[in-house]
């Protein structure tokens, strides 16, 4: 139960409204972040941007990574609700139950390469209330592993992004 009053389908303004439908017509319900966002139509749109541009469009960065970050900064952050919502995704993007398994259990139990595990433990490492002490030498480890500034750029936005969902679903008791 949500620590707020989560405003269900009718209440919601109707540009989210439109937005919401096809979500009601496919699944018969809102989640409580979908609810939670549409609360202020700019942050639910501002939001929606970033899970389009992030999460959901093709990239540089592979769907598996980008569903990695989710998971692993969602455990990082104690993030219950979006660690089951984004297991959920990750099958539904096609990543195997042994590979959502290996995420879950740290970054050391993924059978991936060396490369792709320094990227996911800065994204951890970029997570946290520290990211100030990040050191140029750390991105310059990523460079010289293969990894280009797009490519780094997009895997700490998408930390970013966790963190900021994270938190709107840690405070007000989604999931719970």
């Given amino acids: 139960m949500a620590h707020i009053n989560l405003p269900e389908f009718e209440d919601m303004t109707p540009a989210i409204q439109d937005k919401a439908k096809p979500i009601l017509e496919k699944t018969g319900q809102l989640g409580e972040i979908f609810k939670l966002l549409a609360i202020d139509e700019k942050v639910y749109f501002?939001?929606?941007?970033?899970i389009q541009k992030y999460l959901l469009d093709e990239t540089h960065l592979s769907y598996d990574i980008?569903?990695?970050i989710a998971l692993l900064i969602s455990v990082e952050n104690g993030c219950k609700m979006c660690v089951d919502v984004h297991k959920g995704i990750a099958r539904m993007l096609g990543l195997s139950e042994?590979?959502?398994?290996?995420?879950?259990?740290?970054?050391?139990?993924?059978?991936?390469?060396?490369a792709e595990k320094e990227l996911l433990n800065f994204c951890i490492r970029a997570?946290?209330?520290?990211?100030?002490?990040v050191l140029k030498e750390e991105i310059d480890v990523l460079k010289d592993m293969g990894y280009s500034d797009v490519q780094i750029i997009e895997a700490v936005a998408i930390t970013g992004y966790f963190n900021y969902i994270n938190t709107l679903s840690n405070v007000f008791g989604l999931g719970q």
């Fill in 66 to 68: 980008k569903e990695s």
């Fill in 98 to 114: 042994q590979r959502i398994e290996e995420v879950l259990n740290g970054v050391d139990a993924i059978d991936t390469s060396d």
């Fill in 127 to 133: 997570s946290r209330k520290d990211s100030y002490k």
């Fill in 46 to 50: 501002a939001t929606d941007t970033m």
